[in-house]
């Protein structure tokens, strides 16, 4: 289109040229031409109609190259040689659930602990090498296990392997670490208190699955639970979690597989004992008794008084389905289609027709053993009850199921995220990590992309039903006094009030 | 004039940039050119994964506001997916989410930036919204979009700032640090009062004059065949109109000397302390030196004043970095206090260990830390297609070239230990400060008012 239509723009420019210039040249010697002009059509708009969309360009998944350590720990590889940098991922099971009750945050404190030096290094000489070599490192802690990540360019990868093997298996437990990092924590916790999302988190945690549940408390732990922390707990989580029993490594960048599995032998492999361990993931507890609806409310509802705030936080818990489940493509099909992306239902209610809000979301979260919904929004505190009421309208509506075009929406969208993902070192690397720390196969990326094209919108209508609000907890965090007679309104009689830990 | 010169005034060039030193194997090839109205086009190949970003990038931000106008480019830029008539209502995102494509933008003082994210096969859609809406947005205005917006953009007040743990104090900071009359004096958010003020004919002015092709810069990065594409870019924003740029504002000098103390109460546990320096603009001499600085001074955990404030049980957390911008930029130390700490104590600390820094260049030890911390940055940064578009387009708009990626790099590596000593003594000098302090509200009785200025806050 484009080649006719540069032509009709300088045919125009000229013929207008041509037909003026000789009439004022011409006017005392010959009548005045017909305006050529006239008779030119107008250019047509080249924005006119919109461009029909290409054909769809393959995307192959990466497959990890597979090996294993003489200690039997599993070793993943995908390379990636597109910038001279490379990712580490260690991971072992365990994680918050096994901290010891009153004592939450136990096992996040050991981890933290494991950047505070090793073996010949104190802390400060630690951090100054790890810094000095651009080495990017954290140790981080989710309910289920322990993740170990190191980024850099890959000249620095022995050195850095060095420093992951210290941590690992020499770690120092110096009682002064101990103390400014566990009082870090509690200043991090009490601060998240003030933090509407932070807190809602944190509560939905305890009133989802019960006070005394192993997993009823972030990862992170509680302010009450972090200052009962000893140096016994630390070393008691690291001991019994930080073997190589169980233990799998993923390695993504400019590396091969055999460079990868010489580089991590001499540090992570003979080294490391696969020493015998009861298994370090407990089996899945129920939730405790009454931590759902109660017989005179829909849904249980939880509210921390935040007085004066300008928003009221929604943060809905609904039971999910967990890691591996085979409906899980179709959840998360339709958890996109409810609030996974711009257009979504409720951002385009709550957001875009209402402006209620800045945006309201949902999202899936599958765990080893269980699975949850969470729905969340940040909304005016004086429309809480009006925007309590569409939410609930919407949520029953889409357990009518989802559209054709909706479906194809969330598969689009899932693609185009495991293509980001793919995009860096970090992002292949902890891709694939999350897939071998929990049991998948080296193929298991192309088969969930797989899943979720051969999805049908009937396969996500039958998982529709965990939007059901009869099974949900509600936690709010909004100022009491502006918002409690608005839900009233809404149908929500009964609130309870806590505290934010 | 509605018809331009269909052949590009610039001849297309391609420039190949080399990252230099520990990142020499990383090469980003670009081609560059300029069609006829003004638009500069860089597009960017990358075949590696099926996906394509189109970033365009206006340079107009916070700082082009008029008085009493205050977040009205940011609401601009919520404005700009609304609909227009080719493609009414939610047709752009809709458009693209349909295809398994995704957006989003950003407002700052000097530049408002749109992403678009997606398959190949949508590209040639991208393109089309993008010149769409940068020729007709304007006539689709409604007082009813404006309202919408207007509530959005409160809300994101409300969440980003007003409900926030000491984000009130950011948005207090411009007062404190700019006279009346500077690009610069108010916040890329602006107040309720001012966007509530905002009209349709303001929309529609804002439009007219700043989003034009002359004032654009479009990259085009991703899997796709340039031969394809550049006839595609020619047809779709070839002809929209150039027009002529208001003329650059002239800010009002800044008093470096006139420095501010504010102290606000806020719904938290510890005080905090914010320290603002002004310091060199975007890309200026000693811009990269004052940016050293502040990885020296708090990148890291073997960071100076990281291990003298948080090792030193002093604060909780420490962060120091240089906020760079096209009229003079702003340097920030912001630290939160450990339980029982002070702000007193806090802000002794900080200054003992700027004037060390003034006196004393780093250490080679330090050099190398911050060297290997910026050179795996940067290549990390670049690995993401959306991250390598908007940085072609940042050097666009702040040195006038895309072609900057080299220069950028080594005046990073080039900076001497005396450069970042000489820095410091000149743009972070203690007594130079504007102070924002954060402190508890008394829990109990009624508050006080929300803000109680100490010393003259200008």
């Not at chain 2, 027009?243 to 650059?248: D, E």
Request: glycine letters at 10%; proline letters at 7%.
């Amino acid at each position: 289109m484009s080649v006719p239509y540069r032509i009709l723009g300088c045919g125009l420019t000229c013929v207008v040229g041509l037909a003026l210039m000789p009439s004022v040249a011409a006017a005392a010697r010959k009548p005045v031409p017909v305006p050529v002009v006239a008779v030119v059509p107008p250019p047509p708009d080249p924005l006119a109609v919109a461009p029909v969309i290409g054909a769809a360009s393959p995307f192959v998944a990466p497959v990890p190259v597979v090996t294993t350590l003489s200690n039997g720990v599993g070793v993943w590889v995908i390379s990636k040689p597109t910038l001279p940098l490379v990712s580490v991922v260690l991971h072992v099971p365990g994680g918050a659930a096994l901290d010891p009750m009153g004592h939450e945050g136990a096992a996040w404190l050991s981890d933290r602990l494991m950047t505070q030096g090793a073996g010949t290094l104190d802390a400060a000489a630690f951090a100054e090498t790890v810094e000095r070599l651009g080495i990017e490192l954290e140790v981080r802690t989710d309910q289920d296990g322990s993740w170990l990540t190191a980024s850099m360019k890959k000249d620095q990868l022995g050195a850095a392997l060095g420093l992951i093997g210290d941590m690992v298996l020499k770690p120092r437990w110096s009682t002064g670490d101990y103390k400014r990092e566990r009082g870090l924590a509690i200043g991090a916790l009490t601060q998240g208190q003030q933090d509407p999302p932070t807190a809602a988190e944190q509560a939905a945690s305890r009133f989802w699955w019960g006070p005394k549940h192993r997993w009823g408390h972030p990862a992170e732990g509680s302010v009450k639970g972090m200052g009962a922390v000893t140096v016994k707990d630390v070393q008691g989580y690291h001991a019994k979690v930080w073997t190589a029993a169980g233990a799998t490594i993923t390695v993504a960048g400019d590396i091969t597989s055999g460079e990868a599995q010489a580089a991590l032998e001499s540090r992570l492999g003979a080294p490391w004992a696969a020493k015998a361990v009861a298994d370090k993931r407990e089996a899945p507890q129920p939730r405790a008794v009454g931590t759902g609806q109660t017989p005179d409310a829909p849904f249980r509802t939880v509210l921390i008084d935040s007085p004066d705030a300008a928003q009221t936080m929604f943060f809905l818990v609904f039971p999910g389905l967990p890691e591996g489940d085979a409906a899980l493509p179709a959840l998360r099909a339709g958890t996109i289609a409810l609030g996974g992306s711009f257009t979504s239902r409720l951002n385009a209610l709550l957001r875009e027709k209402k402006g209620y809000t800045y945006g309201a979301r949902a999202r899936v979260e599958a765990l080893p053993g269980r699975g949850v919904v969470i729905v969340s929004s940040r909304i005016r505190t004086d429309v809480t009850g009006l925007a309590m009421t569409d939410l609930l309208g919407e949520l029953k509506s889409i357990q009518q199921g989802i559209t054709p075009a909706e479906l194809k929406k969330a598969q689009g969208a899932f693609r185009q995220d495991q293509v980001e993902a793919m995009e860096s070192v970090y992002g292949v690397a902890t891709t694939f990590a999350n897939y071998q720390a929990s049991g998948f196969g080296p193929g298991q990326l192309a088969a969930d992309l797989t899943a979720m094209d051969a999805l049908t919108v009937d396969a996500v209508k039958a998982q529709m039903g965990a939007y059901d609000v009869r099974g949900a907890l509600v936690v709010l965090v909004g100022d009491k006094a502006k918002i409690q007679e608005e839900l009233h309104k809404a149908g929500i009689s009964t609130i309870e009030v806590v505290e934010a830990e | 004039m509605p018809f331009l010169p269909a052949v590009p005034l610039l001849i297309p060039s391609v420039a190949l940039l080399r990252l230099i030193g520990a990142a020499s194997a990383a090469e980003i090839p670009f081609e560059r050119y300029e069609l006829g109205n003004g638009l500069q086009v860089v597009l960017v190949q990358d075949h590696s994964l099926p996906q394509v970003v189109v970033d365009t990038w206006y340079r107009v931000g916070s700082g082009n506001e008029q008085a009493g106008r205050s977040g009205f480019a940011h609401l601009f830029e919520h404005l700009m997916f609304m609909g227009t008539h080719r493609l009414p209502g939610s047709g752009i995102d809709n458009l693209m989410e349909a295809n398994g494509g995704w957006n989003n933008a950003w407002t700052m003082e000097d530049a408002t930036n749109y992403y678009d994210v997606g398959p190949p096969a949508l590209l040639s859609n991208l393109l089309w919204i993008e010149a769409d809406r940068m020729q007709q947005l304007g006539q689709a205005m409604t007082t009813e979009k404006l309202d919408l917006q207007r509530d959005v953009v409160k809300n994101e007040r409300r969440q980003s700032y007003e409900d926030e743990p000491y984000a009130i104090g950011q948005l207090e900071v411009p007062l404190l640090m700019y006279p009346k009359g500077h690009p610069y004096d108010h916040t890329v958010i602006g107040t309720h009062e001012d966007l509530t003020a905002a009209s349709v004919e303001d929309v529609k002015a804002f439009f007219a004059t700043w989003y034009v092709p002359n004032n654009a810069s479009l990259v085009v990065a991703g899997d796709f065949d340039p031969a394809l594409v550049k006839p595609l870019i020619e047809q779709y924003f070839g002809t929209i109109e150039k027009k002529p740029l208001p003329a650059l504002p002239v800010p009002a000098g800044v008093d470096r000397a006139q420095t501010a103390r504010l102290t606000l109460t806020d719904d938290v546990d510890y005080p905090q302390i914010n320290l603002y320096f002004h310091t060199p603009s975007s890309f200026a001499p000693g811009d990269a030196e004052v940016q050293l600085a502040g990885s020296l001074l708090a990148d890291g955990e073997s960071s100076r004043l990281y291990k003298k404030l948080v090792i030193g049980g002093l604060a909780q957390d420490v962060s120091a970095y240089q906020m760079p911008t096209m009229y003079g930029s702003l340097f920030v130390i912001s630290a939160t206090a450990a339980d029982g700490g002070t702000v007193a104590a806090m802000e002794s600390a900080i200054a003992a260990e700027l004037l060390d820094l003034e006196r004393n260049p780093p250490s080679g030890s330090e050099m190398e830390r911050v060297h290997n911390q910026f050179d795996y940055g940067f290549l990390d940064n670049l690995q993401s297609l959306q991250n390598r578009a908007v940085q072609l387009n940042q050097y666009w708009a702040y040195t006038g070239s895309p072609d900057y990626l080299a220069k950028d790099l080594a005046r990073f590596q080039d900076a001497t230990p005396e450069a970042i000593r000489d820095a410091t003594a000149r743009w972070l000098r203690p007594e130079l400060a504007g102070v924002v302090v954060i402190e508890p509200r008394p829990k109990g009785p009624p508050a006080p008012p929300a803000a109680s200025p100490v010393g003259g806050a200008k």
